[in-house]
């Protein structure tokens, strides 16, 4: 009775819920500049070049928080309801600077903060869910990740239900969200009964983890998942309005709600990730995730003067893909790295991965550029998932693939 107990501690669920709300309450400032960079472009000025830093920042804020976080293991320092407390509360008032107007150049080093303070909520949410679930913790994972995705999106709502009103409103709404975060965070949220061992992140172990073969694989299909991810999170609201503007589509101010329904629809794409993984194997979901995006991303530049009905659903199947697999990577990596390195390996990955979408957001307006318009841009992020699916299938081939999934590979 006590080994039930201690797997299946009472009220657990009703943890998961509430550290996944306020994990999407925080989450809401992710990209709460991206849903309104239309309009930050024509108040300061900003090229799409530059206006990819507002989005930039947030993800060189996260590498640099995450990397230290780990390094300095600050989840076991601080207690994980306070530590993500605090970075909620922190990411609210950074946020919530950007109704000062501060202009560019202070508006970029604030979404920095903003990145910088998620990194204290996104890994320990992660680990602090993990203490409630030893059995269930793949879906229980998957919720989470589920819970950044629709924080992700919700920006995006907000602009399209209040379209024509003032851009302030979606930052005061995501201020406040993320303020609601750091309350829950800290009254309701607490440590579960199975303690998660520590997983510290030591530059020393890198050469160990970079001669692993089997993890070096399933490294190269996280970061061809990442090459795609935040590049299409970040410019699918410029390239549907684009879209409208070429006078195909119809979309007008559907823009913004058609892009909160394909990064919203990927919290679908993680429990069904979570599902097949759990079925079907590790290697075999993220392969076939990766392909079924990466065609996305080759076909929608197809439907960019319409019709609407052929470009809605492949909108909509991308972001159930796309982020469907996001989950699984970390899983593999607990499941093949040497114990004694996994923190260091899955520091290693989160951070070289978030790292390449810098580069890959900032490159997208300049690709548009080279191309002449949006259209067929994002054929490019093709690339990511078809190097990550190869990738995944020759891990599938090798011995070891057997200790992922309970040997489903």
Known sequence: MMSDTRVKPQGRFTMLATISLAVVLSFSTWFSATAIAPELKLAWGLSDAAAAWLTNGVQAGFV??????????????????????????????????????????????????????????????????????????GMALAAVIGAITAGSSLPHLVRGLTAGVDWQIVIAASSAASLAAA????????EGPDA???????????????????LLLVNFG??????????????LLAWLTAAYQAGGTGLSGSASLLTFLAVASGVAGCFLGGFLSDRYGRTATTAGLMIVSGSCALL????????????VPIVIVWGISIVGDSAQFSAAVTELADRRYVGTALSLQMGIGFALTILMIWLMPKLAAFFGGWQWTFAVLAIGPAFGAASMLILRRRPEALRLANGKR
Not at 222 to 235: D, I, N, P, Q, V
Not at 300 to 311: E, N, Q, R, S, Y
């Open 196 to 214: 998660f061992g520590k997983a510290v992140f030591d530059p020393r172990q890198i050469p160990q983890v970079l001669r692993d073969r089997n």
């Open 300 to 311: 929608i530049g197809f439907a960019f003067d319409g019709p609407l009905w052929l470009l």
């Open 64 to 137: 640099i928080g995450a990397l230290a976080a780990s390094l300095f293991n600050l989840p076991d320092l601080i207690r994980m309801n306070r530590l993500m407390g605090c970075s909620a509360a922190l990411a609210a008032v950074a946020n919530a600077a950007l109704l000062l107007d501060p202009g560019p150049t202070v508006a970029i080093l604030l979404r920095m903060v903003t990145g910088l303070a998620l990194a204290g909520v996104y890994p320990p949410a992660l680990k602090l869910v993990a203490t409630w679930f030893v059995k269930g913790r």
């Open 183 to 190: 309350i829950l965070f800290l009254a309701g949220t607490r």
């Open 222 to 235: 996280y970061f061809g998942h990442m090459w795609e991810l935040y590049a299409m999170w970040a410019w």
